[in-house]
């Protein structure tokens, strides 16, 4: 069952930007947190970002902070993630996930998306 759908993902240029989202399907996410992961090959799943069930609240990785944003729509209940000077060690695939309770790791989150493959070049 699918529940949490992640499009925009692509190939950039390093220095370039993309914006991916994340869309509910077939519920409604609006109580919860939403978070960010990406998993390189041969790497663990790491932690990107969070944001609070009413999108006041926000925390990114220190290796993606003042580069990444997330933010949430309510008439859509759509995450987004946008992402602004990136560099080739972004390259992963990038998944968004629901949980109920502010936390940066990845077993906490129940409730995930298929990924979407972001590759930037050199």
């Known amino acids: 069952q699918v529940q949490l759908v992640e499009s925009g993902g692509g190939l950039v240029q390093a220095g370039g930007s993309l914006r991916l989202s994340c869309a509910p399907s077939?519920?409604?996410?609006?109580?919860?947190?939403m978070g960010w992961f990406r998993q390189a090959p041969g790497k663990e799943r790491e932690f990107v970002g969070f944001?609070?069930?009413?999108?006041?609240?926000?925390y990114y990785a220190e290796s993606v902070k003042g580069r990444f944003t997330i933010s949430r729509e309510n008439a859509n209940d759509t995450t987004y993630l946008q992402m602004n000077s990136l560099k080739p060690e972004d390259t992963a695939i990038y998944y968004c996930?629901?949980?109920?309770?502010?936390?940066?790791?990845?077993?906490?989150?129940?409730?995930w998306g298929q990924g979407t493959q972001v590759t930037v070049s050199s």
């Open positions: 996930a629901a949980g109920q309770w502010v936390t940066t790791n990845y077993r906490n989150y129940g409730i």
């Open positions: 944001i609070s069930w009413n999108g006041n609240t926000t």
């Open positions: 077939g519920r409604t996410f609006t109580t919860y947190i």
